[in-house]
């Protein structure tokens, strides 16, 4: 019994990181950018819960607006910080990456102080049992959103025209060019697209562990970016399953009585990961014929 | 209808095209020729507004698209296979001829998919196999039919025999010939001087980023020089 409940539990954290490394890797997957600002988000995301529910807002409205915020916040970084970088060596980008995550990180002291504030995000409580087993609505409703969002990511990049173009990009950016797709769009729309699921982690995110800090986002953005690489970088399928992965496995070390070294756990991961298999999970040698 | 005069294109501090102009006319087949190097795909980067010219202008239909971004000269009815193909590889030989229909709406595709189905029987065969599966032919002729679904007034081809046995070739210039007979203007850019001069109207010479020679087809291929460098005697 207490396995379920730890399964789900395991379940609910996954979808966070899952969600999350979804952005990283489909901007991976575009551009061949780590851009590190991407947990910096999801901070912000939890700082404009707190303002707007602070303003009384109703609950749905400040959560809209989390996700709307993160979108705008992302495209606006698209556009001042890596448009013009276009064309820039890619070591010159994620050192940009950097910078800006850094920015972020430091305005939210400046404007809201380094101490981090609590964030009641209303969620409807309570939980269903099913004979000896608990489960509270906040995991139940993680994990359907997350699965929901990803049904719908899978919508847009299987059956939409941009998402087609998406992935005509991530495969070959002058080969699209030349079908006359507007690369500079589709690689803004796959930011927007990754922040907005970013904005509905974050909030999931705060409804599991309700305090925002600056520094907030940037070790949900890592282990995301962690499980990112163990899925495989730059696969939307890769960047799920290690999400899940990398949640079971915090799980599971925690339940196991070594909760100080769940951080460690997932930084062996990766190390691993890259010396045995550096491609990830599903990441496979492309087939290519000149 | 085209009209490239005096570009210069730059990688940086090679200078790689000096001071070239030349122009395609309305249903002709105009052949750029060179060896390696000699800057042929640099040219078609350029028209294809890839690659930037720092001087002169290009002309597309009387406007100029010296200017203009890739995405929106393919709108205008320009398109260009790439040398080695570039077809999307990860995707099946029918999504990647959707791509080609990018920029128009969907009412339109399943009448273009049929047209280029009849020309390539063997897309049709293959149209759920992933393009990476494909043989260096039958990848060409998708490269092809994918620029054919943007609907474009001039198609520029770099050269589409690269790699491919004789008789493939031979198949690949006879489609080339087609296309034009039914009302596609073509710019050629080919290694193969001999092929090339035989299916087109006009040719360029071009060596080290500059044109040296230019004339009807025929004469090319009778001209002394030109046999030498390029025809084998
Ligand atoms: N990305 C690049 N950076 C630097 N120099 C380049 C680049 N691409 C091409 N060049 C140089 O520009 C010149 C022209 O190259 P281009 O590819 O246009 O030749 P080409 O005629 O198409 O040759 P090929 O028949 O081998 O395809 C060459 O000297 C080449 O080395
Ligand atoms: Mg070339």
Redesign the pocket.
């Known amino acids: 019994m207490l396995f379920v409940a730890q399964l789900v539990n395991a379940l609910q954290l996954g979808s966070i990181y899952a969600l999350i490394a979804l952005g990283y890797s489909m901007v991976y997957g575009i551009i061949k950018l780590l851009n590190f600002a991407h947990g910096d988000v999801i901070m912000v995301g939890g700082y404009i819960a707190i303002f707007s529910l602070a303003a009384g807002m109703h609950p749905a409205v400040a959560i809209i607006l989390v996700i709307v915020g993160c979108t705008a916040l992302a495209i606006i970084m698209e556009k001042l910080a890596y448009t013009p970088l276009r064309n820039a060596p890619r070591i010159s980008v994620l050192i940009t990456a950097i910078g800006i995550s850094i920015l972020l990180q430091n305005l939210a002291q400046l404007f809201f102080g380094a101490r981090p504030r609590p964030l009641h995000i209303p969620f409807p409580t309570g939980s269903i049992s099913i004979g000896e087993i608990t489960l509270a609505y906040p995991m139940l409703i993680t994990i359907g959103s997350a699965i929901l969002s990803m049904l719908m990511l899978n919508y847009i990049v299987h059956r939409t025209k941009l998402g087609k173009a998406m992935r005509a990009v991530s495969e070959d950016t002058d080969a699209a060019r030349l079908m006359g797709i507007n690369v500079n769009s589709v690689i803004t729309f796959t930011f927007a697209l990754g922040a907005a699921l970013a904005g509905i982690g974050a909030v999931l995110y705060f409804v599991r562990l309700p305090v925002v800090a600056p520094t907030a986002g940037a070790m949900l953005g890592l282990k995301a970016f962690i499980a990112a690489v163990f899925g495989g970088i730059g696969s939307i399928p890769g960047a799920m399953l290690g999400g899940f992965a990398i949640g079971i496995l915090e799980v599971i070390v925690n339940a196991s009585g070594f909760s100080r070294w769940t951080d460690g756990a997932v930084f062996l991961v990766l190390i691993i990961i890259l010396l045995v298999r550096p491609a990830g999970l599903v990441g496979k040698p492309t087939i290519e014929k000149v | 209808m085209l009209k490239v005069t005096d570009i210069n294109v730059y ?2 501090n ?1 200078h ?2 000096k001071g070239v102009s030349f122009d395609v006319h309305q249903g002709e087949i105009v052949t750029l020729i ?12 350029a028209v294809s507004g890839l690659l930037r010219s720092k001087t002169g202008s290009i002309s597309f239909l009387d406007s100029d698209i010296g200017a203009a971004t890739a995405h929106n000269i393919v709108r205008r009815g320009l398109v260009q296979v790439p ?1 080695g193909r570039r077809i999307f590889l990860k995707m099946s030989v029918q999504q990647n001829l959707e791509m080609g229909n990018y920029i128009h709406h969907r009412s339109v595709m399943n009448e273009k998919l049929e047209d280029i189905f009849t020309r390539f029987p063997r897309l049709k065969e293959r149209r759920k196999q992933l393009g990476g599966t494909l043989s260096g032919g039958e990848q060409q002729m998708l490269a092809i039919g994918r620029a054919m679904m943007t609907s474009p007034q001039l198609l520029m081809l ?2 589409p025999s ?1 790699g491919l046995a004789p008789l493939l070739v031979e198949q690949i210039f006879d489609i080339i010939t087609e296309l034009n007979a039914s009302g596609v203007t073509v710019l050629l ?1 080919e ?1 193969n001087a001999r092929m090339a001069l035989s299916v087109a109207h006009r040719g360029y010479v ?1 060596e ?2 500059r044109i040296v020679a230019s004339a009807p087809a025929d004469e090319l291929l009778e001209d002394e020089a030109v046999r030498r460098a390029y025809l084998g005697g």
């Open positions: 990688y940086g090679i790689a095209i060179g060896a390696n190097g000699a800057g042929k795909s640099t040219i078609l980067k040398e770099d050269e690269m850019v290694q071009l080290t980023g």
